[in-house]
C-alpha cells in the first residue's frame, strides 16, 4: 500500500432491514468521523461530522475534512464512526445500522484501492431494561380543574363581545383567587 489521502468517505444505512436513517425524527441525529491515533477504538481527533440533515437519507458522504486524512506508504489508519441514535420505545422495536460500502472511501490516488469493504457497524436495538424509570411513559398532564373555549361572535353585535370578554376576566380572577388560597 502506498501513501495517499482520503478524499470522500460515504457511510450508508443497509436498505434491508429497517433501520433508521439520517435526520428521522427518531433515527439518527449526528455522526462523526474520528481518527483512532492510538489504535484503542476510541477517537481522538474529530476530522468531519454532520449535525443537521436537510431531508431523510440513507447516506452521508464526509468530503470537506478538517485535517486531511492522510497515510504513509505501508501504515494502517484507524477511523471511528460515532453515531448518535434518537431511537425510542416502539411496538416494534428500533434498530440501526451503518456501513461503509464498496467504494465507500475515495482517495486522491485513484490507482490506488481500498481493501475489506464494505464495512457493517453490529445492529444497535432500542431496549428497555425493566425497572428503567427512563422506559415508563410520562404520566398524563395533570389538570386544574379550568379550561378556557372561545366562542365565534358576530362581530357587528359589540355588547356581545363586551359580555365574553367580562366572562374571561372573571374565570382568571377566579382562577387567581383559587391558586392565592391553596
Known amino acids: 500500500m502506498r501513501a495517499n489521502i482520503i478524499e470522500k468517505f460515504t457511510i450508508k444505512i443497509p436498505s434491508a432491514g429497517g433501520y433508521v436513517k439520517f ?14 491515533t492510538n489504535k484503542d477504538g476510541t477517537g481522538d481527533v474529530k476530522v468531519a461530522e454532520q449535525t443537521k440533515f436537510e431531508t431523510v437519507s440513507t447516506t452521508v458522504i464526509f468530503n470537506n ?9 505501508g501504515e494502517e489508519k484507524y477511523l471511528v464512526v460515532n453515531v448518535k441514535f434518537n431511537m425510542v420505545k416502539a411496538d416494534d422495536p ?8 464498496n467504494s465507500g472511501i475515495t482517495v ?12 457493517r ?6 431496549e428497555c431494561k425493566e425497572g428503567d424509570p427512563g ?9 386544574d380543574g379550568c379550561s378556557c373555549a ?18 374571561a ?12 388560597t391553596a
Open 23 to 36: 435526520g428521522e425524527e427518531n433515527g439518527i441525529s449526528e455522526i462523526s468521523l474520528w481518527v483512532d
Open 65 to 73: 475534512f478538517v485535517q486531511p486524512i492522510s497515510y504513509l506508504e
Open 94 to 101: 428500533m434498530a440501526g445500522r451503518i456501513e461503509i460500502p
Open 108 to 119: 486522491v490516488d485513484d490507482e490506488a484501492s481500498v481493501v475489506e469493504l464494505p464495512i
Open 121 to 126: 457497524s453490529k445492529i444497535f436495538r432500542y
Open 135 to 143: 422506559c415508563d411513559p410520562p404520566p398524563p398532564p395533570k389538570t
Open 150 to 167: 372561545t366562542v365565534g361572535v358576530d362581530s357587528s353585535d359589540s355588547s356581545t363581545i363586551l359580555v365574553a370578554v367580562l366572562a
Open 169 to 180: 376576566l372573571a374565570s382568571l380572577a377566579a382562577l387567581l383567587l383559587r391558586k392565592r
